[in-house]
């Protein structure tokens, strides 16, 4: 690394709370860990067509969808689906800080990572849903192929294959996606987000 | 690099235009790029406050703020200044996406990453601002005090000294700090806007 310089933190006139309050909103983060086909892009694009309905802003941050473009230059060694996640939790905690609600539904799978993640939002901010389906149900869905693909060692460090998965100790929510349906899930995720104040379910948004 | 694992793309049931209808506004990116202290984040700031009051809703991406967060493993090398404008631009996109209006004020010293910046976004949704002061009123400005430190020897890779700053060729606007104050660089900029109907200069967005 070069010499650093000295970055000076930038002050502006327009502040987060301003943002959110032009928005009419509280911001969150919805964080959504699990394997591989556990259904965190599923429940993370319900979740936020629910609140596009309620005219909440919210942005979903999808794992897959940032590897395409910010993380593109990133593999899946152990070093870099830390460095994914890093960003993603950056991104999120932008996302935030803009006014939006932001859903962030990547694997996630180290437990430094995700608290870093919750590190970096104030407390009560950061909802941890754990998409908690067995890894036999995801690798029997195997909705990209990837499992199959992993198993027959064309694809190497897969989480739950050949890399691990530390499961989340204190999760907000945990969803079992083998148990319940998405929709029971995004009601039940719903309802947590209405019980926390996080989200007011009021009517009268909907008529703005 | 890791293997490539196939990663797909992850289709969302809320578009991008649905998320700008939602707002009330057709989001674009602002570029301020310039050399250190030719007044990027102060003018960033004042037309992000002028947007806010006409009720737009807009996010100042800042280069020395992202510098603390997203990009803090990145120094001052060549091969990390390039990182760093990708980065940026590509959270400026995902910003633009979420329908917020991006304003990124980073000294951006390369045409390539500029240009790279701009070929994320859609035709005239990339609004190049070069911030343009004589690196002599900068140096006299030296409102961070880098550039006394660069001259000393203290900091290496400073644009502008000993690191080049590639000036744009055909940007969308020209501002000469050393000429017009920052409030008639605000107005000029507002103009424009206004002008290619990227904001609507419409009293009655202020009532709502």
Redesign the interface.
């Known amino acids: ?10 002050n ?3 502040t987060s709370s ?2 959110a309050k ?2 009419r909103q509280a911001p969150f983060v919805l964080w959504f860990t699990g394997l591989s086909g556990a259904g965190k ?1 599923t429940l993370a ?2 979740v ?2 629910r609140l ?1 309905d309620l ?1 909440y ?6 794992g ?2 940032l ?4 993380n593109r ?5 152990v070093a ?1 689906r830390q ?1 994914n996640v890093r ?1 993603m939790a ?2 999120a ?3 935030h ?4 609600i932001a859903l962030a539904a990547c694997i996630s799978p180290f437990a430094t990572e995700r608290e870093f993640a919750r590190s ?1 939002l104030p407390p009560g901010r950061f909802v941890e849903v754990f998409v908690d389906a067995p890894l036999e149900l995801c690798e029997q869905r195997d909705n ?3 499992y199959r ?1 992993a198993r027959a060692g064309e ?4 989480t739950g294959i050949d890399s691990p998965f530390e499961r989340p100790a204190n999760p907000e929510l945990v969803m079992d996606t083998g148990r319940l349906t998405p929709a029971e899930c995004t009601d039940a995720i719903m309802e947590y987000l209405v019980e926390k104040d996080l989200v007011v379910a009021d009517w009268t948004r909907t008529r703005q």
């Open positions: 690394m070069a010499v650093q310089h000295d970055v000076v933190w930038q502006f006139a327009v301003d943002r032009l928005l892009t694009n319900l936020a067509k596009h005219r802003h919210a942005y979903v941050l999808d897959d969808n590897r395409q473009g910010l230059d990133l593999g899946f060694t870099d460095e960003r950056e991104v905690s932008l996302i800080d803009s006014g939006l970096l990209k192929g990837l693909r694809i190497a460090d897969f």
